[in-house]
């Protein structure tokens, strides 16, 4: 069965820290990986997307990780902002049609000052 | 403004009633998804439409309907014979292809009377 699991579940920072976000997966075949941002009530919001062949992409603030040998990715935040308070979602795609997308549970942030 | 546009934000529905969510885009997007959000639970896919007047089942399609008579519009209506309808439903459309992105809209929350 595909499964995506995230860790932590939750965690709180204070304002201008970094942190780290993992995912890991076992869906099969792969295509891509997308982490999406949700704020609270919201719609999720693309932030990333890595193929099989990428190890790296950055958005801002915001870099994402894939090793496809594990099946893990990570999402790194830089000095961290009151606005990046949200769930972070990662969502894999074993064919690369959105119909077929399995996805996390988040991670939910939150920072603080 | 090109986006996707739910409404209403948030409903209630009584006992035995039909209820319909609407979802509406400007994107000039082919596919169009439904989606259901509990807390604890990755997002699970109820219906999606690749195409006009065509949609297929998602993984929890039991208990819900949709129409795609319009490629702007895709309606999902929560039936009674769905038992436990109340979640945060979100609306999506995207552009066919590999690596698509999802766009979302901001959500309908369902609670029950």
């Known amino acids: 069965k595909n499964q995506v699991e995230q860790s932590p579940q939750s965690l709180i920072i204070l304002e201008g820290k970094n942190c780290t976000l993992q995912?890991?997966?076992?869906?099969?075949?792969?295509?891509?990986l997308r982490w999406y941002k949700q704020d609270t009530g919201r719609g999720p919001v693309s932030l990333t997307i890595?193929?099989?062949?990428?190890n790296t992409k950055s958005n801002g603030r915001y870099t994402a990780t894939l090793d496809a040998d594990t099946k893990q990715s990570s999402l790194h935040i830089t000095a961290s902002q009151l606005s990046d308070s949200a769930s972070y979602i990662c969502v894999v795609s074993p064919t690369g049609t959105a119909s077929k997308l399995t996805f996390g549970t988040g991670t939910r942030l939150q920072v603080t000052l | 403004d090109g986006g996707i546009t739910q409404s209403p934000k948030y409903l209630f529905r009584k006992e035995g009633q039909n209820v319909t969510l609407s979802c509406e885009q400007n994107l000039n997007h082919d596919a169009m998804y439904w989606y259901r959000q509990d807390p604890g639970q990755g997002l699970r896919l109820i219906y999606y439409s690749q195409i006009v007047n065509d949609f297929q089942k998602g993984d929890i399609a039991e208990g819900y309907s949709v129409s795609r008579e319009k490629k702007e519009s895709f309606p999902l209506t929560v039936t009674s014979a769905q038992k436990n309808p109340t979640a945060f439903y979100l609306c999506a459309s995207s552009l066919q292809g590999v690596g698509e992105k999802l766009f979302f809209g901001s959500g309908t929350q369902l609670s029950v009377l």
């Open positions: 890595m193929t099989f062949s990428e």
């Open positions: 995912c890991n997966y076992t869906v099969s075949p792969f295509s891509n």
